[in-house]
């Protein structure tokens, strides 16, 4: 396989990545404060109770906010690394 055909799947595959993260962004953060809170702080707000009697509230809607803006910015700059890929400015060795 060439290297332009190398440097033409890089390109597209962060432009796709870029898009999806741009478009779904809200829903990207959301699911990952629902994740987070189920899976992670789920067995760490249980374990931190039951050892030390800490209690740790769960991630709301500043957390959600903050993950919005942090999966926006990484879809633009996975498109415009993308673009920059695809029109030969960067390549990949």
Known sequence: MGRDVVDTIGGIIFLAMGLFFTV?????????????????????????????RIRIRELGEFEEKIGRVAY????????VFGLLILFGVIKFR
């Open 72 to 79: 926006l910015l990484a879809g633009i700059v996975s498109i």
């Open 24 to 52: 779904f962004y809200r829903k990207c953060a959301r699911e990952a404060v629902m994740f987070q809170n189920k899976v992670f702080f789920g067995l760490l707000r249980k374990l931190l109770y039951m050892l030390f």
